[in-house]
């Protein structure tokens, strides 16, 4: 039967990953990695794979899982799976972490801790990819959405794979030639595969669904669109070849330059695409979550400016903290959370009032948040974000760890406005109808019967 | 079978209307997998390449004086029609009660006002409505309650189509 539900472990998936944003970012503001240490050091290792893998990577997996469905208007495959790749993926990552500050020097023992932790998340992950890519696979159409995701499900493949080979190589465990070559060049492959490759593809198929929707804009497949999924696809495909090759040996590393430039354009595509979009819009006031799109999109854009400026004057290698940074949170983790404020109040909302719509009067779904606190903590987001990106540029360190921290505070409240959208918080219930304001658990997954709510 | 819409367009060109407009706006109002019958003094030659992108085919029988009948019949893999499981032969159910048009709504408006008109009407009863996107979080609810539904998007692609059978009254909860 065609249709999709409520997926039961996406918010779990969500408050995993504020946890892991919190901790990165109380992290990157203490000073413990870059930029008071090298980007290649150890400690950057670890916030960098708790944002990235923690924050991003399992809101992105939670997101989908709710999402896919959706897309492909068919259930989710093997859903029993999502539990597993959780705690997979969570043991994971703080193995892989303890396995890094090993590296660095605060643990004695356990060259075991790398791969083991590597092998952990590249299960997890394996699960997700294999109840998305099913999902996918049983769509009676494939929509241009689809294939965003499908290239993105091909690309974190491809990134928990190197990661899995670096894993083993840096443990010192196993002793392979490849694995030599492989990882010099190899590092900025692996980050172009997870931030690009599967990550912003993925954004990108996800926000032409959902900017359409929430905007109340046209449909439709456009020659744009086509030419963007061209050049993420072929992006992708010179960042596999080049990776082939660096594994044979072959000195592939300044050829990373033509999937970056491949994927700058369909980036640039991709702008213009969600220009249209917000033009044809029929809804004329935009909703947080829109605004905060057009936001984290204005910030892709500058990222590309900013990366083909720092390329042109030969700066990229110096200066490639500041970009990852302005992708990181300006980009993906704004649009990320903008979307998460969103997705929350619509899934409690139709958790809480599905079974009694159309029955009795329920609230809007604008009723289960507080737009005006919402879009105070977000600019205070953005602004810090925007100081924390200028200081990294200018190399000021005590500057950047100050907007690091009110980033983590907006960050923080804006968890707090999620666990009250959870708690029904801002819906004011009738004197004689006490159920509505009886809230579904937190995070965990309520009741599998529907009948047990009636 | 098809079961067709019949529009005469022969009054509109004996008055030296222009009838185009007329035609249009009776596909728009097809309900899915519903044909078009079209009564016309001449052959509409130009019609058919419209109606092809639009995703239908087309039968062409001449009648006496030199006038046409065209069954324009909609082309089956162009939209996927999307049925519950419990739909058995929606050609046989009733003509819809109640048209609504939900396209200007915000998501999850229009499931909100689906599920109220269904509590509405009697069992046995249709409802027609054409919304701007699939209610892809409405059909289990419906199925949930008991409805059946079958619904499809028309042949541009924009609007989606759906048919709503209210299923027996269930206890309140």
Redesign the interface.
């Known amino acids: 039967m065609p249709g999709a539900s409520i997926s039961r472990w996406t918010l779990s998936y969500f408050a995993a990953s504020l946890v892991f944003l919190i901790l990165g970012q109380v992290l990157l503001a203490a000073g413990f990695g870059y930029p008071v240490l090298p980007v290649e050091a150890p400690e950057t290792l670890v916030i960098v794979h708790l944002i990235a893998v923690g924050w991003l990577g399992f809101l992105f997996c939670g997101a989908l899982l709710q999402f896919v469905p959706v897309l492909a208007a068919t259930p989710l495959r093997w859903p029993g799976l999502a539990a597993p790749a959780l705690i997979l993926l969570i043991a994971g990552l703080l193995l892989l972490c303890c396995g890094f500050l090993r590296l660095a020097g605060y643990v004695d023992h356990g060259p075991v801790l790398l791969p083991a932790g590597a092998t952990l998340l590249a299960a997890g992950f394996g699960l997700i990819a294999a109840m998305i890519g099913g999902t996918l696979l049983r769509a009676e159409t494939m929509s241009l959405s689809a294939r965003f995701v499908g290239l993105g499900l091909l690309s974190l493949v491809a990134t928990a794979l190197l990661g899995f080979a670096f894993a083993l190589e840096l443990s010192g465990l196993v002793d392979i030639e490849q694995l030599h070559t492989l990882l010099p060049g190899g590092i900025s492959l692996h980050a172009f595969f997870g931030l690009v490759g599967w990550m912003s593809v993925s954004a990108f198929g996800v926000s032409y669904r959902l900017l359409t929707m929430f905007l109340l804009s046209p449909e439709l497949e456009r020659r744009t669109t086509r030419m963007v999924l061209a050049l993420v696809a072929s992006s992708i495909a010179a960042a596999g070849v080049i990776a082939l090759a660096l594994s044979f040996g072959r000195d592939a590393a300044a050829s990373i330059y033509l999937p970056i430039l491949l994927a700058a354009g369909a980036g640039l595509v991709f702008g213009y695409d969600v220009a249209t979009i917000y033009r044809a819009r029929k809804r004329k006031t935009l909703e947080l979550n829109s605004m905060t799109s057009a936001m984290a999109v204005g910030a892709l854009m500058l990222a590309i400016l900013l990366s083909l400026l720092l390329l042109l004057t030969g700066q990229l290698e110096d200066r490639i903290g500041a970009l990852l940074y302005l992708i990181t949170f300006g980009w993906l983790s704004l649009l990320e959370l903008g979307q998460l404020y969103k997705i929350v109040a619509f899934m409690t909302w139709l958790e809480c009032y599905g079974p009694v719509l159309g029955r009795r009067p329920v609230p809007k779904v604008q009723e289960l948040v507080c737009e005006s606190r919402g879009s105070a903590w977000f600019y205070l987001y953005v602004v810090a974000v925007a100081a924390a990106v200028v200081a990294l540029l200018l190399g000021a360190t005590s500057a950047f760890q100050v907007a690091a921290l009110a980033q983590t505070i907006a960050a923080i409240g804006l968890s707090i406005e999620l666990v009250r959208t959870r708690h029904l918080f801002y819906v004011h219930a009738g004197q004689d109808e006490p159920e509505a304001k009886r809230p579904p658990p937190l995070f965990l997954p309520g009741s599998l019967e529907r009948s047990s709510h009636r | 079978m098809t079961d067709f819409k019949t529009l005469d367009v022969r009054p509109i060109l004996r008055s030296g209307g222009e009838p185009f407009q007329a035609i249009m706006s009776a596909v728009e109002d097809l309900k899915p997998g519903q044909g078009l019958k079209l009564l016309a003094p001449f052959r509409p030659q130009p019609l058919f390449s419209v109606m092809d992108r639009r995703g239908f085919g087309y039968e062409l029988e001449e009648l006496s004086g030199g006038e046409f009948e065209v069954r324009f019949v909609p082309k089956q893999d162009v939209t996927?029609v999307?049925v519950?499981?419990d739909a058995a032969s929606p050609d046989l159910w009733p003509d819809p009660s109640v048209d609504l048009d939900l396209t200007?709504l915000?998501?999850?408006e229009p499931?909100?006002e689906?599920?109220?008109?269904?509590?509405r009407m009697e069992p046995g009863e249709v409802i027609f409505a054409v919304l701007?996107?699939?209610p892809?979080?409405?059909?289990?609810?419906l199925?949930?309650r008991g409805h059946q539904w079958v619904g499809n998007f028309d042949a541009t692609?924009?609007t989606y189509r759906i048919m709503i059978r209210v299923g027996p009254k269930a206890p309140?909860?």
């Open positions: 996927p999307d519950s499981p200007d915000d998501p999850p499931m909100v689906l599920l109220a008109q269904a509590e701007s996107r699939e892809v979080f409405l059909y289990p609810e199925t949930e692609g924009t309140s909860p």
